[in-house]
């Protein structure tokens, strides 16, 4: 179909089925998909990529040999990242991290980041909740990121052995027992000197982040830094 004509054919569509973002509810034009521009100006942004001893990276500090570490938003109790994390992780909202991932890929380039890493690795779930949920939220945040940053995401290097419980109603020593040991690099060839931007959607303890760390770095990675979607202040 030309394009003019298939452009046509969408904003048809566009009317019959009107698009909404899903945090306003407001109508969605063109060039927008899932979250209106609005409510992208409005999430409530760390701002850590800019800042190198910023509160996430003195969380990590002294725990794993670190670069550099920034997440994307600050995850606040009751508000608009708590929604938007729900319908990302648990009502099949997949969109959101690829979409959220381009966003904060853009940011990062335009803050000199595009050539700072060799690799995207996302934090692995196990093979048996990847198959329920259907996807790995952290890779599609880290395929959004793909797409701004040059460098390629690598689903398949971290791999997770151990099904873990659910960490809500834990310690903290308990949760980081329960992740000791929990993640393997396949083909560790691969990472050997490589700059490694590790992936998560959420991080709260820094446990499980620590956790895939230490596997990366007992595997030869080069420099290891982290980033994540949203930051969760204990
Ligand atoms: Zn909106």
């Not at 179909?1 to 048809?12: K, T």
């Not at 063109?30 to 409510?39: M, V």
């Not at 850590?48 to 002294?62: D, I, M, T």
Request: net charge positive; with cysteine; glycine share 6%.
């Amino acid at each position: 179909m030309p394009s003019a004509v298939s452009e046509i054919f969408l904003d048809f569509v566009s009317l019959v089925y009107p698009r909404y973002c899903f945090a306003c509810a407001d109508g969605l034009v063109k060039g927008e998909d899932i979250i209106c521009t609005k409510c992208i100006h409005d999430l409530p942004r760390t701002g850590y990529h800019l800042e190198r001893e910023n509160p996430l990276y003195k969380r990590l500090f002294g725990r794993i040999p670190l670069h550099s570490a920034f997440a994307f938003l600050m995850f606040n109790k009751g508000g608009s990242v708590q929604k938007l994390m729900h319908e990302f992780k648990y009502n099949n909202h997949r969109e959101i991290g690829y979409v959220i991932g381009r966003v904060y890929g853009e940011e990062l380039t335009k803050s000199g980041f595009s050539d700072q890493f060799d690799m995207i690795l996302p934090v692995p779930l196990h093979p048996e909740k990847h198959r329920r949920r259907g996807y790995n939220q952290s890779e599609k945040f880290a395929k959004g990121l793909e797409e701004k940053l040059s460098a390629p995401c690598k689903a398949e290097i971290l791999q997770r052995l151990v099904k873990t419980d659910t960490q809500t109603k834990k310690t903290k020593l308990k949760r980081w027992e329960n992740v000791k040991q929990v993640f393997a690099v396949q083909n560790p060839e691969e990472i050997q000197g490589r700059r490694i931007l590790l992936v998560d959607d959420v991080i709260t303890t820094g446990a499980t982040i620590e956790a895939c760390a230490l596997a990366l770095i007992n595997s030869g990675c080069g420099q290891l830094s982290v980033c994540s979607m949203a930051y969760a202040a204990e």
